[in-house]
């Protein structure tokens, strides 16, 4: 059988958890910073911790028809993750995972819609290998 806690308040207790360090610490930096401001009629509030970080990578394709292409092929319908859209030649990707747009730009390059030298650095973009690379002759 557990012993009473010396207070006699219990574990649970709110006016116990209030004398912690780590709570005043965190209340005195609620007031010092005041009340959030609140939303104007109208606007649009985002929710906290439901929005998934997103990560965006642009590609440039050989030109307008070629990036209607990828659009279209890259398009899946009800997937909330990973969008694609096309602003002129240019296909803006968002994702949450990395293996997405490498999956576009691979599929791109293979049907000629975007040339190698725009696929390299935006690969080397996304797998984190964009060091300058230098001739050792």
């Not at 050989?62 to 009800?78: I, K, M």
Request: net charge positive; charged share 25%.
């Amino acid at each position: 059988m557990r012993q009473p806690s010396p207070d006699g308040l219990g574990s649970t207790c709110r006016r116990r958890r209030r004398s912690t360090p780590a709570f005043k610490a965190a209340w005195a930096a609620r007031r010092s910073l005041g009340k959030p401001a609140p939303p104007l009629p109208g606007q649009q509030t985002i929710p906290k911790d439901d929005t998934p970080m997103y990560s965006k990578a642009t590609l440039l394709c050989v030109s307008a028809e070629a990036a209607a292409a990828v659009v279209a092929a890259a398009d899946r319908p009800g997937d909330q993750n990973h969008t694609v859209t096309k602003t002129a030649d240019k296909v803006v990707i968002a994702y949450l995972d990395r293996r997405y747009p490498l999956d576009i730009v691979l599929w791109a390059c293979l049907r000629g819609h975007v040339t190698d030298v725009e696929a390299e650095p935006f690969i080397n973009d996304l797998t984190g290998h964009n060091e300058k690379k230098t001739d050792h002759r």
